[in-house]
Structures are given as C-alpha cells and as structure tokens.
C-alpha cells in the first residue's frame, strides 16, 4: 500500500505519487484566476495572498506549495509549506 497525494481543488479527482507531479498538475489545470482557491476570495496577486497566508493557515500552505514558482524544498521561509501539504493531501492509496 502506497500513499498518494489527492489535488485538494474541489471536483478534481487527480492523484499523485509525490508533490512535484501535484505540482505540475495544479500549474497546468487549475490557474489562480485572481481568486483565492483557499478561501475563495478575490486578489490580485493571489500568491502572493497564499503566501501571506501560508504560515497561519493550513488550507492556504497546501495550495501555495502547489502554485509557488521555482523548486521546492529550499530552505526558505516557507519550505514547510511542502512538508505540510504533504501530510496534509497524503492519504493511503490501495
Ligand atoms: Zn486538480
Ligand atoms: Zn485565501
């Protein structure tokens, strides 16, 4: 039994083995339309609403380690955004 990522985004049925390939999806399928997926409200800049959001709110985490730009997993501010949405989508597979 392995465990998989599920695409948090509501009516999205996609699976993953590991966040990178979660990332590639979310990138391609589900564009930040000046809309928060997290909450549903509208911003401009809605990473930069995610990222803002990321360290106190677990829903934005998840949805900004799927739409922040560039590799993750550095050591940055918010480098735990991987390891929480990991947790947090991962469920067992069959
Ligand atoms: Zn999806
Ligand atoms: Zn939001």
Redo the contacts with the bound molecule.
Sequence with gaps: MEAILV?P?PD?N?TAEDLRFLRI??MR??SLNGRCPACGKKYKKVLLHLSSQAAKDEKHAVFYALHRPGRYGGNNIHGSAKDLAVEVLEVEGA
Excluded: G, K
């Design positions: 695409c985004y999205c996609f999806h979310a399928s589900h």
